[in-house]
């Protein structure tokens, strides 16, 4: 089963074979960065850190949320606040542009918001499946009216997700939308001239920022020659270390490399309507038998961090020092635990989805815990690879109810509860929610992805978010 949270592309996809670089130095105010070929320049559907990255430059969300305290601060927003939590408002800052030059209103963001499911984006899911308002207006130009069917705290967060930024409305009309994300047009630091070509784009600032690059040179091409294009003085940042250069990247590049949690997760999902998989002893001995640090080594190259926790670092709210026992390896427990339930020995067959990680996973658990696994499709476990579009919490966990069919007593009024708390509260409920679900285990947790950035000499004020990548608007160059 494979589950994605993005909708189709709409952009065109890019091909590229390599990275151009020049020898000639850059001017005093030129940042090149490096980064492999993004996939969408949508901030609706950008999936891929280079896509995030770039809609990072060119639009501005309503706000930045750190899922670590479930605080947020505003950025296109003045404030976002309700009294009963069912009725929230957005004031916007006043003076708010697209690069267009037209103005940026709630009407902008109301507009943008309805197009969404017609065009089948992601954005529709966070306001659709996650907040199902029943009502979203814009009173005047710089207010935003959401009324849901059921109170949520969670609603600062889902908007601060950079998928529900606006969009002008000359794009809105025309709905031309290859053309449109090839020349995207934000509200963000940066507008893009000239367009997106195969082998990277240009930004320019918008307003001038004494100290920070007032141009990006962006740089599209293969991981490891990026990398040494930053080695060599070629480029000043890149956007992706890979695997076999992680030892050196220390040596490299000393204190001058930045690792952040990636928005997505992977999970083995157990089918808990089989016979074989509805004791939960037994889904416990197969949780134990994935040695998560031996594929994180091999086969995904070293771009993930085993889970400790259900919850992935990038939406996991609050303090997290609790220990996920399913989320370590011990093959003697698992195949004790398996001949416990007095499991067949039997091949077992995993479900549709197969991920590139799946065969090396089946052999690992095969050999640990002693029972056959088959990487071909069946009735067994299967693979959940989840990209999210929302810093929320609520998301990884309705996606898991929905792959798996979970339903425990009082599970849906606690993972109800848990939604309804304020968000800069709702820390001890969603650990409740997780407790409940590592103790009965419809899915195991497996890893999340992180992001790496290397730069030269000549940047300083390298900073990163899950949801933005290298914050492009914040560096500074000596």
Known sequence: MRLRLLAPLLAAALVVAGCSESDEPPAPDVLRVGLPAPVSTNPAD??????RLITGALWTPLADYDPATGKTTPRAAESIGSTDRTTWTVKLKDGGKFHDGTPVTAQSYVDTWKAAPQEGWASARVLKDLVRAKEITAPDALTIRLVLDRPSGQIPALLSSPALVPLPASALASRDWVRFFSQPVGNGPFRMEGGLQATGAKLVRVADAPGKARVIELR????????????????????????????????DFAQRH??????????????????????????????????????EAGVLDKQVDPAKSLLPPAVAPGERSSTCRPCTFDAGAGKSLLTQAEFPAAPVQFGQFQPRWLRPLAEQVTKAVGVPLAADPGTGPFAIDLDLVTPSPQEVLTEIVKATGYAS????????????????????????????????????PLWSGHGHAVWGERAGDVTATTFGGVDLSAISLH
């Open 409 to 444: 007593d009082g599970f849906a009024d606690l993972l109800k509860s848990a939604e309804e708390t304020e968000a800069a509260d709702s820390g001890e409920v969603y650990r409740l929610v997780e407790n409940q679900l590592l103790r009965d285990l419809p899915v195991a």
């Open 258 to 295: 930045v690792m952040w949690a990636l928005p997505n997760a992977s999970y083995l999902g157990f089918p808990l309507t089989a016979a074989h998989f509805s004791d939960a002893t037994v889904r416990h001995g197969f949780a134990l038998g994935v040695d998560r640090a031996a594929l």
């Open 46 to 51: 950008a999936r891929d850190q280079s896509g």
């Open 220 to 251: 599209i091409g293969d991981p490891a020659a990026l990398y040494d294009g930053v080695k060599s003085g070629k480029l000043d940042l890149s956007t992706v270390v890979p695997g076999e250069r992680h030892e050196a990247m220390h040596a």
